[in-house]
């Protein structure tokens, strides 16, 4: 009560006339240092701190750190260092100072995806993941949806990277090798609709290949062709029927077919 601040070289006179709590007091006193406060001297080594306890100079814009807008003063470095002192430059530099934080997260999302990698073998990225509790998901999608202005260099680093611009088109390429592997290994492409193989639910991958025919990509059904892709399944089953039944003929002289005939695996 009845207690003066007031700050030496400043003309900020506060005169408290009522007892106020020691919060509003920090909050005040905080405020004083810094409006009055000119110390170049004083932030850099509050962000020296700030270094030392994070492992880096990545401030929020609206971070604060002890009480104190470091966030805001770091904005203002970005802005001034065409201007700024070559020897304030070089200390803030040997600080690990962020001229660019847009560049910055850049390069620590591009780390981060690239740990992913190691550990799961691609960069098919979910939605919402996190990875070294940074939010690659996030990143990830950003990154394909600033496609066309990005950097040419950035994009080279992810293709190299293996970087999966179109997730769609990359899961219809996995499906693709799988159904080839299965016809390697049952000679055709007749997968029943709730087959698993190789831990993906490849029959139903087919059904739905078949019912988007007229909508699919010529590019894709051309490949798919190639394969010896089974789009009327009916009509298959027939054919191989009438194969069956013509063999059924050949040796026993006749198409007269017992009602419960299994010939060649095929209940004819």
């Not at 560049?103 to 690239?114: K, Y």
């Not at 999608?141 to 040419?152: A, E, V």
């Not at 025919?213 to 394969?227: I, V, W």
């Amino acid at each position: 009560r009845g207690q003066k601040i007031s700050l030496s070289g400043s003309k900020i006179v506060f005169d408290i006339h009522q007892t106020v709590g020691d919060e509003f007091i920090s909050a005040f006193e905080t405020k004083l240092v810094e409006t009055a406060t000119e110390s170049w001297e004083f932030w850099c080594g509050l962000l020296q701190d700030y270094q030392e306890q994070y492992g880096h100079c990545l401030v929020a814009t609206a971070s604060k750190f002890n009480h104190f807008n470091l966030g805001s003063w770091v904005g203002k470095q970005r802005s001034s260092k065409d201007k700024m002192a070559p020897e304030r430059a070089q200390r803030l530099d040997d600080l690990g100072f962020v001229w660019d934080p847009n560049s910055q997260l850049w390069e620590i999302g591009f780390a981060v995806l690239n740990s992913y990698k190691k550990v799961y073998g691609h960069c098919r990225v979910p939605l919402r993941h996190r990875h070294n509790r940074f939010n690659l998901g996030a990143w990830v999608g950003t990154q394909r949806k600033s496609l066309d202005g990005m950097m040419s260099e950035r994009k080279q680093r992810l293709d190299e990277l293996g970087f999966v611009w179109d997730v769609l088109a990359e899961a219809w390429d996995e499906a693709y090798v799988l159904l080839k592997a299965y016809k390697n290994t049952y000679g055709h492409c007749h997968v029943p609709h709730n087959q698993v193989y190789s831990g993906f639910n490849l029959g139903q991958w087919v059904i739905v290949q078949r019912l988007k025919k007229n909508q699919m990509l010529s590019a894709r059904k051309q490949r798919l062709d190639g394969l010896g892709f089974i789009w009327d399944v009916n009509a298959f089953l027939w054919e191989e029927g009438v194969a069956v039944l013509e063999a059924f003929k050949k040796t026993y002289g006749h198409c007269h077919v017992p009602h419960n005939q299994d010939y060649s695996g095929f209940y004819l």
